[in-house]
């Protein structure tokens, strides 16, 4: 069984900076893509950045310059530094993680979110 854990969410003022945490645990042979994924009220989950094993990140529009990604594969863990936030970045944040078991499946894994809050 593989876990899936975030942490860092925060109340902070629009200007501030926050990183979050995601750590995948478990019976995991290998990691794979680790992504970042956030929810608004009364709107669609949407992707803001990604990261494969290799280093290669992705970034929605509305961050690139602001958010950046990071992982530590010996840990299996995802960052997310978010500088420069903004009210309109206030959602709840998912971890997603990649990963083959020690079953040799491979599937995706959702942590629970963690709130972030940004007030103007």
């Known amino acids: 069984q593989v876990q899936v854990a975030e942490s860092g969410g925060d109340l902070v003022q629009a200007g501030g900076s926050l990183r979050l945490s995601c750590a995948a645990s478990?019976?995991?042979?290998?990691?794979?893509?680790m992504s970042w994924f956030r929810q608004a009220p009364g709107k669609e989950r949407e992707l803001v950045a990604s990261?494969?094993?290799?280093?290669?990140?992705n970034y929605a529009d509305s961050v690139k310059g602001r958010f950046t990604i990071s992982r530590d594969n010996a840990k299996n863990t995802v960052y997310l530094q978010m500088n420069r936030l903004k009210p309109e970045d206030t959602a709840v944040y998912f971890c997603?993680?990649?990963?083959?078991?020690?079953?040799?499946?491979?599937?995706?894994?959702w942590g629970q979110g963690t709130q972030v809050t940004v007030s103007s």
């Open positions: 478990g019976s995991i042979l290998s990691t794979y893509s």
């Open positions: 997603n993680a990649v990963v083959r078991d020690t079953t040799f499946s491979l599937r995706n894994y």
């Open positions: 990261i494969t094993s290799g280093g290669s990140a």
